[in-house]
């Protein structure tokens, strides 16, 4: 459990995380209010991340459930391994024989039978699967549902219940209550509207791409060696191409992902030709790739006038 605002932003930041105090915030409200949080945002800005730092933090086990179209409550929840049921029943046959040999009838047959429901109807025969898993847990754990905007809308619903009084139905052993209320973190890329009905049984989170400012501090945290000219020139262009119209934007992964490449080629300063040469590493699309490297000559070739200037404008100085 978080102690505070403060608590949440020092324990993620001795995780390398960079918590805002929004951030802080609503994590601190979720863990107390036992309310599931909601992550929206465009890709690669940190949610994913952010459910696994608030697990670390917390000493929590992590169950993640990626999402997908065609997802369903059976593959979220658990499978019925009837395959093994029926191996048990062939082998406990003769003893299946024996507890039968004493009945009379029919009904006090069927009644003996009965009575050993529960050794045929138990969990041992459950493949349980995410949901499941953080509903029986022994132990506290951090639920990562997962870009829940790709399921369906049917299974939208279905989490209404599970989140709503965190307990499922199942058939075959009744309703299952959580024996630990999980931390829940939901993720959504936008790719369609969450329903009000979910977003009312959680608190919400819009992470987007940070401030020039944080991003170069992200840089500087997590790409160690990196120079400080080069991931202030990283950061800079990575701004500058995501102000274009692109398919997709960099993303602060993709971002980390360039200045680790750059480092490990012992780049202290980028230029036109290497620029073109990587630029593959922050944006997937030819086109997009297009549109930044002419943006980026311009850049580049206004750097270089900068450079100029401040070097005629040295020279006047010592003539004078």
Not at 127 to 139: F, G, N, Q
Not at 185 to 203: G, P, Q, W
């Amino acid at each position: 459990m978080f102690a505070s605002i403060e608590d949440v932003i020092e324990r993620f930041g001795k995780l390398q995380y960079i918590a805002s105090r929004t951030i802080g915030t609503v994590v601190y409200l979720a863990s107390h209010l036992k309310k599931p949080i909601l992550v929206e945002g465009p890709a690669g800005v940190g949610k994913t991340e952010l459910a696994k730092v608030v697990a670390q933090a917390l000493g929590h086990e992590l169950i993640r459930l990626q999402c997908y179209e065609g997802l369903d409550e059976a593959k979220a929840l658990y499978e019925w391994e009837y395959a093994k049921q029926l191996l048990y029943t062939q082998i406990l046959k003769d003893k299946i024989s024996e507890v039968l040999g004493g009945a009379r009838s029919l009904r006090e047959a069927v009644d003996k039978i009965a009575s050993e429901d529960d050794v045929f109807f138990s969990d041992r025969f459950i493949l349980p699967r995410p949901l499941l898993r953080a509903i029986t847990a022994e132990e506290p754990c951090v639920l990562l549902i997962d870009e829940v905007d790709k399921s369906d809308t049917e299974f939208e619903a279905f989490l209404l219940e599970v989140l709503s009084d965190f307990q499922v139905s199942v058939p075959e052993l009744g309703t299952l209550h959580a024996r630990h209320i999980p931390t829940v973190v939901l993720t959504s890329n936008n790719a369609r509207e969450m329903s009000d009905a979910l977003k009312r049984r959680c608190l919400h989170l819009f992470i987007d791409f940070p401030e020039r400012a944080q991003e170069l501090e992200i840089v500087r945290l997590k790409v160690p060696g990196v120079s400080e000219r080069l991931a202030a020139e990283v950061v800079s262009v990575v701004h500058r191409v995501r102000k274009l119209d692109l398919k997709k934007a960099p993303s602060i992964s993709e971002t980390l992902d360039w200045a680790k490449a750059l480092t490990l080629l012992n780049v202290k300063t980028l230029d036109e030709p290497l620029v073109a040469e990587t630029l593959s590493i922050i944006l997937k699309y030819e086109g997009d790739i297009r549109k930044a490297q002419q943006e980026l000559k311009e850049h580049v070739e206004l750097q270089r006038a900068k450079l100029k200037t401040a070097r005629l404008e040295g020279d006047k100085d010592v003539l004078h």
